[in-house]
């Protein structure tokens, strides 16, 4: 039970990144956030503390391809660690980019 319990607490990062390197460090905390089920204003008040905690807030609206390993690593981290106890459902195929759409940007 205790052990359940634990991963409960725990976010999940893969070895290899999950970032989607079209959209910028804001929009792939908002997808993921998308994917918890979470609402307009928990996701954009985690994803702007995230982004100070690993330190990206300056870079908050570049795509992520232009990053470094390391920033895309510390992205990675912060997408995996913003919502501990809760389980994303999988995104449509090919439906990334649509997880930008207006209004969703701080």
Not at 29 to 34: E, I, N, S
Not at 60 to 86: I, Q
């Amino acid at each position: 039970r205790e052990t359940l319990a634990a991963k409960r607490l725990m976010g999940v990062v893969s070895e290899t990144s999950n970032v989607y390197d079209e959209l910028s460090a804001w929009d792939n905390l908002v997808f993921t956030g998308r994917l918890y089920h979470l609402g307009k204003a928990e996701i954009q008040r985690s994803a702007r503390d995230l982004l100070d905690t690993f330190g990206l807030s300056e870079r908050r609206h570049e795509p992520a391809e232009g990053f470094s390993k390391g920033m895309k690593r510390r992205l990675t981290l912060a997408m995996g660690s913003r919502f501990p106890g809760r389980y994303p459902r999988p995104p449509p195929a090919g439906r990334a980019a649509d997880a930008s759409r207006p209004g969703a940007r701080e």
